[in-house]
């Protein structure tokens, strides 16, 4: 099959690339889509939403991984504004901002 397009004027060829060239809204959607990609990461924030705060301690236990590896995976959360950390004594305890894609990610 060949196309045999533009079937778009160049007025709405124009419009449309002003419209998706810079999109902010759908880049900053992309990344929180590639962000929680990771089954560990979106893990962490099911588990967040039920304990609201939790240590990367226990989380390693929960998931079987290094601390190391829930320390980049909570860093990437922290960066992108989903979650956040709160320190008490040397405990550092993690749990979920209000960013309001959380939304998109249904309860289990």
Known sequence: ???VGPTL?????RDLQDQYSFNPEIEERAEFYN????PIRL???HLLREKEAVCVCDLKDIFGVTAAAVSQHLAKLKAHR???????GQTVF???TEHPFL???PLQ
């Open 35 to 38: 962000l929680i990609s990771n």
């Open 103 to 105: 939304s998109l990610i």
């Open 9 to 13: 004027s160049d007025k709405e060829l």
């Open 43 to 45: 893990k962490i924030i």
């Open 94 to 96: 993690y749990s979920l």
């Open 1 to 3: 099959m060949r196309c």
């Open 82 to 88: 989903i979650a956040k950390s709160v320190k008490q």
